[in-house]
């Protein structure tokens, strides 16, 4: 009757044997599983993190590029801005200087003794004005009188202004050419054609503005570098 008993114990030992196998194959299937999880699990983190980062650096890189144009952009409006500002004040200051230079000459009495000249012979013809056409000459208001000049004869001094139109009142009047002194602080001189109704405006303001309207353009080539 042992027999049976020491069968049946070798039964259960080769049983206990098969399960702890079984057991140790499934704890390794088990843990080849989870390690092989964890790995996949890692990988993706780890794929994330550099996609994440490479989405970090592009953003940065795009951001960086951004300010460098929008500061390009910046500095080449500001270049722009003050090359335009330069040019409109050296434009302005030409136009100042031709203005003070022609301000200058037309207060200079032997330039306006020769624009008289010129200028009254030259109305006359051009208009058609017969020697009884009625001509005013209308000097700075700076310059002597007649008036002025037989209370202060002492003013008269050879080749100034006031001596040349003393001189040539009566051979001008007779002509018929009268002076006349300006109302404003003009300088330079205005001619009127008196029967027509016409004048000539020779101020220095109105004289700087028809060179200017010449010269301006030309100097503003220049600064442009159209022309050198």
């Known amino acids: 009757m042992a027999e049976p008993a020491t069968g049946t114990a070798s039964g259960l030992e080769a049983l206990i044997a098969r399960l702890k196998e079984e057991g140790v194959t499934a704890g390794r299937a088990e843990a080849d599983r989870l390690v092989a999880d964890a790995q996949a699990r890692a990988h993706k983190l780890v794929e994330k993190a550099e996609a994440d980062a490479k989405a970090i650096v592009e953003t940065a890189r795009r951001e960086a590029d951004n300010l460098?144009?929008?500061?390009?952009?910046?500095?080449?409006?500001?270049?722009?801005?003050?090359?335009?500002?330069?040019?409109?004040?050296?434009?302005?200051?030409?136009?100042?200087?031709?203005?003070?230079?022609v301000s200058s000459a037309t207060r200079d009495d032997e330039f306006l003794r020769r624009m008289i000249l010129e200028v009254v012979g030259r109305a006359r013809a051009?208009?058609?004005?017969?020697?009884?056409?009625?001509?005013?000459?209308?000097?700075?208001?700076?310059?002597?009188?007649?008036?002025?000049?037989?209370?202060?004869?002492?003013?008269?001094?050879?080749?100034?202004?006031?001596?040349?139109?003393?001189?040539?009142?009566?051979?001008?009047?007779?002509?018929?050419?009268?002076?006349?002194?300006?109302?404003?602080?003009?300088?330079?001189?205005?001619?009127?054609?008196?029967?027509?109704?016409?004048t000539v405006d020779l101020s220095d303001r109105a004289v700087a503005e028809a060179i200017l309207v010449h010269l301006q353009p030309r100097f503003r080539a220049l600064l442009e570098g159209v022309v050198k």
């Open 68 to 101: 460098r144009q929008a500061g390009e952009d910046a500095l080449a409006v500001a270049a722009r801005d003050t090359i335009l500002d330069v040019k409109d004040r050296l434009s302005k200051r030409f136009a100042g200087d031709v203005e003070r230079a």
């Open 126 to 198: 051009e208009s058609g004005a017969d020697a009884a056409g009625a001509v005013e000459v209308v000097l700075p208001r700076t310059a002597i009188g007649l008036d002025d000049l037989r209370r202060k004869p002492e003013e008269l001094q050879a080749g100034s202004l006031a001596h040349f139109v003393a001189a040539s009142a009566g051979e001008m009047l007779r002509a018929g050419v009268t002076f006349a002194r300006a109302e404003d602080d003009e300088g330079g001189l205005r001619l009127r054609l008196v029967d027509r109704s016409v």
